[in-house]
């Protein structure tokens, strides 16, 4: 029994090229045509179809604007495909940290963060109470806890973020890009936090443009290109086609 | 299940609420004793009136079997345009005589919050039972982004939720004074500083003489702000935390609901220290009819969410929505009774006035503690038909545009 099942995905977006509703365009546009704005229709991702089991790792990889993100965000139903179903398993609590520390409040406190943070994402007064020492142990803000975020770093905020993410227990955890900030040591406890979340039988989807990264947590790659699924199987063989595709785009 | 009504059903439905609204504008507009000698003339009117506003609704494509996407503006202007038709037929058929022509202008507001009413609560329990069907299929695996599009999914997230409304509440609170000296006083002396000036100018510059006027305007100046600044925070509800709404899923709802919820909070504690100051310092003594508050209070609350709604999912695509506000409800606020009492008005203006937005609980807040009487029936009658209205389209309007709002924030 799969836990997140795609079948036949695509989404498609607006892209207004002259991104304006404005009165003023749109009395220009009927003057002059070539002033007129254009909607582009923008397929993020084309008949993507996928199977993912419980305890599986799986790497996406694929050059920018090809619709990793879009994945992930049709996964955590965020956005509604154009066309497909997205199935995920009913009781299956998915944790998304797509951007790290979004919803932070600059000028609330980190304690007063996590709080606002852990009930976005629908966690109840006294689940928040049970968790919060674990989350400040694991961020080591213990001394920056009562200031207000906007005097965090960008570091600091990210590992808040994840701290909070790493806590909330997910059975099903969506990870973009999000080593690009942290030091070494943090990036380090990250992927120990997600090896000991694949030990429990967790799920973990994975985007990153880092191959060391891919390597240490993943043993199944999928690789979109320009929304179409080109490649999904072995960890190895999907970064070495990718890189393949990348090497052969550049040659051109 | 079909997305829209069928026309035979449409027409029955418009043609039942034309005829109840027709009797209704005259009730609104006549008081008791007077109607009996207008209806008469109502009922040899009402099939003009009822056939010209259904003949407007099909020549505005209402019925149309595809109906677009701007079906329910489609709908307000057929209404609208019917109601002035048949009025025109009426005066140069038998003329204004034992008609009013006030009653149009009820007649046209009442059935189009019937008319899109009835239409959005059949859309949304269609969305109800489709959501039901595809939930049957499945067992194991779920579809959550159909999952949460219904009235009742959002309820019940808004539940599973409710400490994500309570913190964003708190939130709001807390910054808004955050740095502050006299911090929470600011609540207090903002309005108090509002009665103060209209105080002066109407009492002292304009001579106004009126009998307790600063407990009379408090009970009318404390509820319009609660509206008036829910609208205006609701317009940034969604457009502001574009980067939340985009990363994590949550009811979205809830960011529209949480600033109505938010100004609520506000009005609840300024009211709490006016109100008894008010009541021992004009010396009123308690009476029964002000136990009807909470009622009038929960209708009012109901209206502004569902105002809430329209106006944050409006905002994603026209930012224009923020600037007309601002003017709208500068307009609104002379011409509802905050400063003057619905009785001062002329009686051809007074239902025009008693009919803007805010004006059925502002009444019915001056009956309960000012004149300590039990509001009229029309007061509820507006009041109700307000608040179902409102929230009903917000709801409809929200859900219909939500995947929309997500590809624009």
Partial sequence: MPVIEAQSVSKQFQLRHNASVELKVRFLGFLHPQKRQSIELFW???NVSLRI??????????????????????????????SGRVLVARDARIGSMIELGVGFQPELTGRENVFLSAAIHGLTRDQIETIYPAVVAYSGLEHFIDVPIKNYSSGMNMRLGFAIAANLDPDILLLDEIFAVGDADFQQRCMETL???????????FVSHSPSAIRSICRRVCVLDRGELTFDGDMEEGLAFYHHTIASKADR | MPRRPSWPLSVFVDGCLAAVTYFAAYWLRFPADRLGTFLPKVWTTMPWVVAGQLGALAATRAYARWPRIDWLARVIS??????????????????????????????????????????????????????????????ELVDRAEEMATVGAVATGLYAYRELLRSLVVKDLKLKYRGSVFGFLWSLANPLLMIVVYTIAFSFILRVRSERFVYFLMLGQLPWTFFASSAAMSTGALVDNAGLLRSVL???????????????????LTFAVFLPAMLLWYR????IPMALFPVFLALQVVFTIGIALILATTTVFFRDVRHLLEIVLAALFWMTPILYDVEQVPERLRLVISLTPMS??????????????????????????????????????????????????
Avoid at chain 2, 250 to 268: C, K, S, V, Y
């Fill in chain 2, 250 to 268: 949550f009811p979205r709802a809830i960011l529209p609901i949480g600033t109505a919820l938010f100004n609520l909070a506000q009005f609840l």
């Fill in chain 1, 44 to 46: 993020a991702l084309k």
């Fill in chain 1, 195 to 205: 090896n000991q979340f694949l030990a429990n039988g967790k799920t973990i989807i």
């Fill in chain 1, 53 to 82: 089991d419980p305890g599986e790792a799986l790497g996406l990889v694929g050059r920018n604007g090809s619709g990793k993100s879009t994945l992930l965000k049709l996964i955590a139903a965020i956005h509604r495909p154009t």
């Fill in chain 2, 360 to 409: 059925p609980f502002i009444t019915a807040y001056h009956k309960l503690f000012f004149y300590r009487e039990w509001p009229a029936g029309t007061v509820w009658l507006v009041a109700v038909a307000y608040a179902l209205g409102a929230f009903i389209v917000g709801a409809m309007v929200f859900l219909a545009y939500e995947d929309r709002i997500m590809e624009q924030v």
């Fill in chain 2, 284 to 287: 009123v003594p308690p009476s």
């Fill in chain 2, 78 to 139: 057929g209404v609208v345009a019917g109601t002035a038709v048949s009025s025109i037929v009426i005066a140069a058929t038998v003329g204004f005589e034992g008609v009013s022509r006030v009653a149009f202008v009820a007649d046209a507001v009442l059935l189009s919050i019937a008319a899109v009413g009835w239409r959005g609560a059949w859309v949304l329990r269609a969305r109800a039972r489709a959501r039901a069907a595809v939930r049957a299929a499945s067992d």
